[in-house]
């Protein structure tokens, strides 16, 4: 909110948990492919049983900030039998 505007609505409906950062450390090559994103081209990436993951507009080579864009979902099976 700039100068006193009114929040707009959708902001009241944002979760204010839903941010969380991890710090890790990546391979050389998935740190080169996370440079800054050029316009609407943000490269997607798969890390294992966890989810999708797009690279950050404020990534750079150095620092890559990836964010998550879908989980994937745990074997409901698996969950039953406690592994």
């Given at each position: 909110?700039?100068?006193?505007?009114?929040?707009?609505?959708?902001?009241?409906?944002?979760?204010?948990?839903?941010?969380?950062?991890?710090?890790?450390?990546?391979?050389?090559?998935?740190?080169?492919?996370?440079?800054?994103?050029?316009?609407?081209?943000?490269?997607?990436?798969?890390?294992q049983?966890?989810?999708?993951?797009?690279?950050?507009?404020?990534?750079?080579?150095?620092?890559?900030?990836?964010?998550?864009?879908?989980?994937?979902?745990e074997?409901?099976?698996?969950?039953?039998?406690?592994?």
């Open positions: 909110v700039v100068d006193g505007a009114k929040e707009p609505d959708w902001v009241k409906l944002l979760n204010p948990e839903s941010l969380i950062v991890h710090h890790g450390m990546v391979e050389p090559d998935l740190a080169a492919a996370a440079a800054p994103p050029h316009r609407h081209l943000r490269p997607t990436f798969q890390f049983r966890t989810g999708y993951f797009a690279v950050d507009s404020d990534s750079t080579v150095e620092k890559p900030v990836f964010n998550r864009v879908v989980a994937l979902k074997d409901k099976e698996k969950k039953t039998l406690g592994r």
